[in-house]
Nanobody, 115 residues
Framework: QVQVVESGGGLVQPGGSLRLSCAAS????????MAWFRRAPGRERELVAL????????NYADSVKGRFTISRDNAKNTVYLQMNSLKPEDTAAYYC????????WGQGTQVTVSS
């Protein structure tokens, strides 16, 4: 059974940082492109970042370039999202997804950026 479990969200002030984690199981993690998405209230789900199976290639939404960093540890079946210089518009529920299994989603982790 494909499963992803996100963690690490919370309340942070503008300019602050958070590191999200996503633990995956039920598939060959090292063979799958992984992604982070987010959904803000009243908005469509947005692709935030992608990382190749080996971790050597990454892509980011323009809105987070230079502030967010996606990484992975294939030995731990875990993908991370380091978020720096957070802005109020980054407030959303964040989800990870295995691109080989696009229909499987976790419960997400809430990030709230507010003073």
């Amino acid at each position: 059974q494909v499963q992803v479990v996100e963690s690490g969200g919370g309340l942070v002030q503008p300019g602050g940082s958070l590191r999200l984690s996503c633990a995956a199981s039920g598939f060959i993690f090292s063979s799958s492109v992984m992604a982070w998405f987010r959904r803000a209230p009243g908005r469509e789900r947005e692709l935030v970042a992608l990382i190749s199976s080996g971790g050597t290639s990454t892509n980011y939404a323009d809105s987070v370039k230079g502030r967010f960093t996606i990484s992975r540890d294939n030995a731990k079946n875990t993908v991370y999202l380091q978020m720096n210089s957070l802005k109020p518009e980054d407030t959303a529920a964040y989800y990870c997804n295995a691109r080989n299994f696009p229909d499987y989603w976790g419960q997400g982790t809430q990030v709230t950026v507010s003073s």
